[in-house]
Every structure is written in structure tokens, then in C-alpha cells.
């Protein structure tokens, strides 16, 4: 979008900025007509934030604006990269938000968004008003940090699989194609990014695929970074199933039992201080360069670029940097008024960019808009957040958080002396029960959001 | 209007900065936090993962409290119940044992 584009976008929102969220805040007190909430993304955070809005209010009206007709989640997706599931499986149907709760559904795209008449253009000209909006747009993709990248090389020949969906199944058909003994190379993004522990669950997935499949195969994970979510379990797994090498610097706290090998065994992981940014691809050659100067060939390059939150946010002028700015009791941009983040594109200082937080927000955001409408004052939030990650299929470990806002800083903070990683000295039950309770979370998670 | 407990806690929290204050949590907004796993209101649909719909309220509280203090041990239960105090925990049983039993699928 151009500079020229943006200001059209953004005709009348400027007019908000300058007027406090109380002027412009309407309720259900003056008014005759229900209150319309409109809700932009059909994502985990939108769908969420939807359906418990209908399930607080039932009288107040909810319509979610979203580009496609069914959803594709990611979380789940790399069992579609190993076979354990199909693309089919990752669809969700709005059928049930629709149909049991009500809730309105116009697949469309936003053009224009009026945030002093509260008013919002589609891309059809249907026109439509709201008295709060709340903006669940996710995430988009910085390209141009990296020589030789670009999204025409992440459609074609780098897929990132970071949305679910044609990319899902470009880097699957990469993978199946591989030589027995190729080498796979998987590029984690920088901090934030959506689904923290995704990169090293893939890597783990891929690892017990190859195991069985291509026996030669190496996975060679290329980090900015010198650890990651859940980074001391992953490795116990992989060191237990997959014969890796724990690096010294992870070592601490690992229970006396684990292996010693002389050399990598199928997963390698390079962190930053080793060397282990990629600072240049080259799609020709199918290989990437390390920011100490090594030049690696991969079979498969699995490039999962940095990331910032959806474009619509930037065209809304709700970002600050790459990400959108919310005072935290009540979601709200501090940058409009009435206009409410959440999920990926929001800044949520502790809590993780995952589908189990949109969730959780979501539903601070239901409640506190239902008060809002209502003319009460918002009430005292909570979050949390739960993932599990299979280091195999049957061998599981989670991360938990429960949050709450620190009213002297405005900021969300985890509860101290609760939550963490799976304990390092966890019993071989512990961790079958985890990897079970992933396939559970996954049926419970995603009919909590939709269904 | 006459305010419940939840709305008098609120307002005291609202009175300013400095004030100190319990910071109420209700038990909807701390039990909707359990129910991406448990399911909405506790139904959960797979229950691999416990309902908590309709639980007993005295075996809630009991539940949690050994899970905080570890004479139980879970998976991540341990870990979570350790962010709740005695009046939270109380709080989220009340709120699930409000709902009928779920039944699964």
C-alpha cells in the first residue's frame, strides 16, 4: 500500500486519535438498536472472542469479517508435513459459530476503516458500523532482512509452511521428494514470532519420520538464536530418541542418564554465538550462508522468515515498530479508540505468540467489552497459556503460563513461581502422557475457539 | 445497582495507583483460562483431559490444592496450580461446578 493508499485508509481515523476512548464510547444505555460488535479475522483469536461474546450477551450482535470460508489452523500442521494427518484435517467450518451461536459472517476483505463514525468499507463497497471492533489479524512476513530471499523464493522453492495451507503442502512434497540421505535445513525466525516451540517440534517430527523412512537423512537446524521455548526438554528428547549431542551450554539440570556421542546424530542445531544466523540464500544453488561465512547445501530449505503483525494492522495505523500497542485491562489500541488487538499482532509483553493465548485474550476482551457496553468498568483479567509439542509421537512436553496485568507498569505478567517447562527428571510416563494430552488439548482447543 | 463482590473489588482497584488491593479475579475469567484444555465451561469434548463441568466443588478445590503443594503429580497441572490462591481456586470451583455434568461424545 502506498503512502497515498495509506492516508485514504485512514481518512477519518486520525480524527480519533486526539478524542479519549470515553467521548466515543458507546453503550447499550442510549441506544435503541443491539450493540454490533464486529470482529476482524476469523482466526483462533476472533473466532474466540466471537463466540464468547455471543455466549456472555446473546441479544448484542457479532459479525466477523474475514477473507476465507474456512479456516486452516497451523497448530497441528507438522503432523501434515509427516503424514500423520492431511490438509482436510487442519480445516475448520464456521458452521457452528454461525448456526449455535449466532454469530454473523461476511467473507470479505477491509478497505477502509472510519474509527470517528465507526464505520468500515469492504472491498465488495458493503459498508458496515460498529459500536467496538476488534482487530485479530495475525501475523505477516519482513521478506527483505536476507540476501536472496524473497517471497517469490518462499513460494517456489524456500517454502517457510508458517501458514497452513498451499505452503503446508509445497514444503511436504519437498520433503517426501528428498534423497534418502539429503540433508534438510530448517532456519528459525528470530524473537517474537508465532509459535515459539514450532520450528524445533517440526525438526522432532521430521526426525522420527526419517528415522523409519530415510535413515541417512540430517536435519540441520540454523539459529539467530542461542536457545529457544522449551529448548532443555526438546533436547533430552532428541538426545533420547535421535541420539543428539546436547551442547554443554544446555546441560544444566539434565538428569545423569543422558547419552554421549561422539558425533551428531540426525538433528544438529547451530545457535547464534556458534555461527548459526543465515545471513544470504541462494535458490539456485539451494544453499544459505551463515554469518560466519560457511556456505551449507540443503535438500530441503525450510526458511522461516522474521515476522511482524498483518498488514491490515499497519493499513489501520495500529502498529508502533512491528507490532500493535494495547493498554492490557482492556485490549484497547492506545493508538484509536474503540478499536481493540489481540492475538498475534498484539504487544503482550510475557505471553507468547501462540493460539492458546489469542484464546485467552480473546476472552478478556469478550468480557471486558460486554462490561463496556453495559457502562461498567471493565473487571480484573486474566491469561494463560498452555502447548504441548511432540517430540515424537509419543513422546511429549509442554510449556504453561498463567498471566496476570501488573498495574504499576500496565504490562502482563507471569504469575510467579508457577508455570515452565516439562521437569527434566520427568518419568518415561510423564512423557507419554504429554504427548497424549497434545492430541487432546488439540480437539478441546479448537472446539473451545469454533465449535 | 447493587454490586456484587466482584464489581466492589474492581472499584477499589480503580480508586488509583498506590492503593493496595486484592485484585479480585472472578471466577468466569479464571475459569474460562482453563478452557482450552477442559473445554468451554469445563465440557471438554475429549476427555483424555478432565471435564471440570459440573465437578464437585469441595473436589476441585481439593484437586488443586494437592496439585499445588505436590502431594499429587500431574503433567502441567502441578505448575499451573501453583499461580492460584486458596480464594482463586475456590472462585473456579464454584464457577464449574454451576454447569451440568458434561456428557462426552
Partial sequence: MTETNKRDF?????????MSSAVFAPSLAFGQNPAHVVVIGGGTGGATAAKYLKMGDKTIRVTIIE????YQRCYGSNEVLTGHSTIEDLSIS????????????????????????????LETGAKLSYDRLIV????????????????????????????????TLLLKRQIDAMPDDGTMIIVPPPNPYRCPPGPYERASLLAE??????????????????????????????????????????????????????APGMIEWVPGSDGGK?????????????QFGDTIHGDVINFIPPQKAAKLAFDMDLTEGNWCPINHLTMESTRHPNIHVIGDSCVADEMPKSGYSANTQAKVVAAQILHLLHDQEPEEPTWSNVCFSRVSSEYGVSVGGIYRLDHETGKIVSTQGSGGVSPLDASHQFNRLEALYQGAWMENFVTDSFG | ??????????????????????????????????????????????????????????????TMLAY??????????????????DEEINAMAEYFASFPTSTSK
Fill in chain 1, 67 to 70: 477473507t476465507n470460508d474456512v
Fill in chain 2, 1 to 62: 445497582m447493587r454490586l456484587g463482590i466482584r464489581e466492589i473489588a474492581v472499584l477499589v482497584c480503580l480508586l488509583g495507583p498506590g492503593v493496595a488491593c486484592s485484585q479480585s479475579i472472578s471466577g468466569a475469567m479464571l475459569g474460562d483460562t482453563c478452557a482450552g484444555c477442559h473445554g468451554t465451561q469445563g465440557a471438554a469434548v475429549n476427555v483424555t483431559i478432565p471435564p471440570l463441568a459440573g465437578m464437585n466443588a469441595e473436589q476441585f478445590v481439593a
Fill in chain 2, 68 to 85: 499445588r503443594t505436590g502431594k499429587q503429580s500431574g503433567t502441567i497441572m502441578n505448575r499451573v496450580a501453583r499461580a492460584y490462591s
Fill in chain 1, 10 to 18: 485512514l481518512k477519518f481515523l486520525a480524527a480519533g486519535t486526539v
Fill in chain 1, 94 to 121: 464456521y458452521d457452528s459459530l454461525r448456526d449455535k451461536y449466532g454469530v454473523d459472517f461476511m467473507f470479505d476483505t477491509v478497505t477502509a476503516v472510519d474509527s470517528n463514525s465507526r464505520q468500515i468499507t
Fill in chain 1, 278 to 290: 543465515v545471513v544470504a540464500v541462494d535458490a539456485n544453488a539451494m544453499t544459505v550462508t551463515t
Fill in chain 1, 209 to 262: 519420520m526419517f528415522q523409519k523412512e530415510k535413515p541417512q537423512a540430517k536435519i540441520l537446524v540454523l539459529d539467530v538464536k542461542d536457545g529457544f521455548a522449551k529448548d532443555q526438554p526438546f533436547m533430552l528428547g532428541w538426545n533420547r530418541l535421535y541420539d543428539f549431542q546436547i551442547p554443554e551450554t544446555k546441560m544444566d539440570g539434565m538428569p545423569d542418564d543422558v547419552n554421549i556421542f561422539d
Fill in chain 1, 136 to 167: 485479530s489479524p495475525g501475523i505477516s512476513f519482513t521478506w527483505t532482512e536476507t540476501d536472496g530471499y524473497s517471497e517469490e523464493i518462499a513460494n517456489s522453492v524456500m517454502p517457510h509452511s508458517w501458514k497452513a495451507g498451499e505452503q
